[in-house]
């Protein structure tokens, strides 16, 4: 059986914009040298009164608005942050709050940039087993308050935006004889905690009582990136049945444009087919590919029937991908 039907998006964004430009001003940089090496331009960077939760509860208002339903429509909030409001409770906690739909099934996901791809597997098998009709699966990052401002090989690299989608369980007349069936049609989720030391945060309440800032050996994590994602998207073609050529969109973790062009490359997949946002918000972490899907949505790219493949890979290592017909 086909999994949920993927039905509504929306995303935020705070209110200011960061350009290559303005960190120039600040730190030893140029704006050539950020987007040679990543296609970075700008990003948005959260200000007084923005938190994750501010921005999941306006991504997930307007995924809502998108298809049409009230929050007392949701059963099911699975939120994927590495920036949560607090320690606990979880942020999805706040959301559901914000929204006035207490009462269901609320928490947090932590796989960092592939936490959405996380969160939208966990919600499609609840949702495929009975445990809500909707939910919302919502990614939301302010990655700004865990950077080292004086690191130039990290702090360029990084943006603070929520997106959020809609699903609804599946049902057997979700499409007509001799229509493809719409829906989640395979996910696959890796880890590996071996390569902690190449991606990860140094401070957490266990270790040091402290938030801790963001570390990362950028080579090698380009490195596992390219060939961890190449694999993960075949595995999903190949679980699916579907070939590559097939995939009408694929909207990646928009970490870097070279691995954008690498991954695409690997796969012989076109890049006109691959949505790229990452010049706009940079990475934004686990709000990275919703927010692209959303932006190729509203610009009328993404459109019902569509075929599209969701990948990603971050600290952990974790990575994942899941191929939805819309």
């Known amino acids: 059986m086909t999994g949920s039907r993927l039905v509504g998006s929306g995303s935020a964004l705070p209110r200011r914009v960061v350009t290559n430009g303005e960190l120039a001003a600040r730190i030893d940089t140029s704006d050539e040298w950020i987007v040679e090496r990543?296609?970075?331009?700008?990003r948005y960077i959260a200000g007084e009164g923005e938190t994750t939760a501010s921005l999941a509860t306006e991504a997930a208002r307007a995924a809502l608005a998108d298809c049409g339903l009230a929050a007392r429509d949701i059963d099911l909030i699975v939120l994927a942050t590495a920036t949560p409001d607090n320690t606990f409770p979880a942020t999805a906690t706040k959301v559901q709050h914000a929204l006035g739909c207490n009462g269901g099934i609320a928490f947090d996901v932590a796989a960092v940039c592939s936490g959405f791809l996380y969160a939208l597997a966990t919600a499609d098998?609840?949702?495929?087993?009975?445990?809500?009709?909707?939910a919302l699966v919502i990614g939301a990052e302010t990655f700004s308050r865990i950077l080292d401002w004086n690191d130039r090989t990290t702090c360029v690299l990084f943006g603070d935006g929520a997106g959020a989608v809609v699903l609804e369980a599946p049902t057997s007349g979700d499409s007509a004889p001799g229509e493809s069936a719409a829906g989640v049609l395979a996910t696959r989720l890796h880890a590996d905690g071996a390569q902690h030391d190449l991606l990860y945060v140094d401070g957490g309440p266990s270790t040091t009582q402290t938030v801790g800032h963001l570390r990362m050996k950028g080579r090698e994590v380009f490195r596992h990136a390219v060939v961890n994602?190449?694999?993960?998207?075949?595995?999903?073609?190949?679980?699916?049945?579907v070939r590559a050529a097939?995939?009408?969109?694929?909207?990646?973790?928009?970490?870097?444009?070279?691995?954008?062009?690498?991954?695409?490359?690997?796969?012989?997949?076109?890049?006109?087919?691959?949505i790229v946002t990452v010049d706009r918000h940079a990475n934004t972490s686990a709000a990275s590919?919703?927010?692209?899907?959303?932006?190729?949505?509203?610009?009328?790219?993404?459109?019902?029937?569509?075929?599209?493949?969701?990948?990603?890979?971050g600290g952990g290592f974790t990575w994942g991908a899941s191929l939805v017909r819309l």
């Open 125 to 134: 098998s609840m949702l495929r087993t009975g445990m809500g009709r909707r």
């Open 246 to 274: 097939e995939i009408d969109w694929i909207v990646p973790h928009q970490a870097n444009a070279r691995i954008l062009d690498a991954t695409a490359r690997k796969l012989g997949i076109p890049a006109e087919k691959v």
């Open 38 to 42: 990543t296609g970075i331009r700008q």
């Open 289 to 313: 590919v919703p927010l692209a899907f959303d932006a190729a949505r509203c610009d009328g790219r993404i459109r019902p029937g569509d075929l599209v493949m969701f990948e990603a890979m």
């Open 229 to 241: 994602l190449s694999e993960v998207l075949n595995e999903v073609l190949d679980a699916a049945g």
